[in-house]
């Protein structure tokens, strides 16, 4: 049996509060804009399979974090 992708990589998307990563992530993974965004609350989730060449996917979990102090890079 094949796997569905060769590798898993994990994304961290950090940043301060409505600069667009959550519009920037869901255009990316779901191929749209949000018309409405609504402001993320602590993390959400998303992931999607990239074929790098015929045949061979990799697949992307991207974390989109709220732009909270906590989440920051100077919060850990």
């Known amino acids: 049996?094949?796997?569905?992708?060769?590798?898993?990589?994990?994304?961290?998307?950090?940043?301060?509060?409505?600069?667009?990563k959550s519009c920037l992530?869901?255009?990316f993974t779901e191929g749209r804009f949000a018309q409405v965004s609504d402001p993320t609350v602590g993390?959400?989730?998303f992931s999607r399979l990239v074929?790098?060449?015929?045949?061979?996917?990799?697949?992307l979990q991207i974390w989109d974090t709220a732009g909270q102090e906590r989440f920051s890079i100077q919060g850990l």
């Open 43 to 45: 993390v959400d989730f």
């Open 1 to 20: 049996m094949e796997a569905i992708w060769l590798y898993q990589f994990r994304l961290i998307v950090i940043g301060d509060s409505t600069v667009g």
């Open 25 to 27: 992530i869901r255009r």
């Open 51 to 59: 074929e790098i060449e015929p045949g061979k996917r990799i697949k």
